[in-house]
């Protein structure tokens, strides 16, 4: 799908991921682009981008009045980026009650899910599109230290397939993209091999543009992603042999 002149939207718009999809849609060449966060304040400095072309949009997306609201707003859209996401940092076990496995769930899967409901329709009557999930490796293999983070993206992977089924007969795109860890705030207390949150936002939007459902940016998740088809079990333990603040060879960020 062609990105310049389309209307595109950035759910996490101010995240370390999110602001670069902001400035690499700009260059694109998009007519128009909703940036979306918590709280508008947040947005300011991606609004001095453009203010011509940059409009901003307070969106929760586990509030279904805020993304209903945002839906009204947005009715000429083309190209939804659900980046919002949040991660943290329990063990399945070692968390002291499952409170923080909910609340990833309902950003990480109910709130994609909610916003691809809400959108769906929108580019739907526009002729077509594309809707850009941010999922994660870690929704095929665990690290020790956020297994209820790589359970929400697990879900969010599956509901993304299960989506794009749907969808595939009204010409939407939905493309998948799963990096390994990223050097943004969410990640901070990860071990490397880190990607740069450009590569992430560069490599999706490629995707989008060459109609590649499935994108696994930087080397790590190329490579992790190639083992989980080769010899599942040896990527499984691979990642299980990770610790916090961690620092491998190999580094891509
Ligand atoms: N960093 C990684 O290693 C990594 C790897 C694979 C996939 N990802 C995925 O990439 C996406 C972007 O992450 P990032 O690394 O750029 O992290 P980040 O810098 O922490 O940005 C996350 C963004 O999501 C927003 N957000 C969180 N909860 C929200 C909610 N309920 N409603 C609306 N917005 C919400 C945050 O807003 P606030 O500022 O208000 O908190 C922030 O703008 C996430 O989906 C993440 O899971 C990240």
Redesign the pocket.
């Known amino acids: 799908m062609q990105i310049s002149g389309v209307v595109a939207l950035v ?2 718009a ?5 602001s670069h999809f902001v400035e690499q849609l700009l260059n694109l060449g998009v007519a128009k682009i909703y940036v979306c ?3 508008l304040g ?1 947005l300011n400095p991606l609004v001095s981008l453009d203010p011509a072309r940059v409009f901003p949009i307070e ?4 509030n279904p009045q805020s993304v209903a609201a945002a839906a009204t707003q947005c009715q000429d859209l083309r190209l939804v980026i659900n ?5 943290l940092n329990q063990g399945l076990i070692a968390a002291s009650d499952i409170d923080s496995a909910r609340a990833e769930m309902e ?2 899967y109910f ?1 994609m899910l909610s916003m691809c409901r809400a959108f769906a329709p929108i580019l739907k009557q526009n002729g077509g599109g594309a809707i850009v999930n ?1 999922l ?1 490796l ?1 929704g095929k293999v665990n690290l020790p230290f956020s297994g209820s983070y790589s359970a929400s993206k697990a879900a969010a992977i599956s509901m993304t397939q299960g989506v794009r089924a749907e969808l595939a007969a009204q010409g939407i795109l939905v493309v998948g993209v799963m ?1 390994g ?2 050097d ?4 901070k207390e ?1 071990p490397n091999p880190k990607v740069a ?1 450009a590569e992430v936002a560069r490599a999706a939007l490629q995707a989008v543009i060459d109609d590649v459902e499935d994108v696994y940016p930087g080397e790590q998740a190329t490579q992790v992603s190639a083992q989980l088809l080769s010899d599942p079990k040896g990527a499984e333990k691979y990642m299980a042999g990770f610790l916090p603040g961690m620092v491998l060879a190999g580094t891509d960020a």
């Open positions: 759910t996490g101010n995240g370390g991921i999110g966060a918590r709280s947040k969106l929760d997306v586990t980046n919002a996401g949040t991660s950003v990480n709130g941010l994660s870690l990096p860890t990223v943004t705030e969410l990640a990860w949150p």
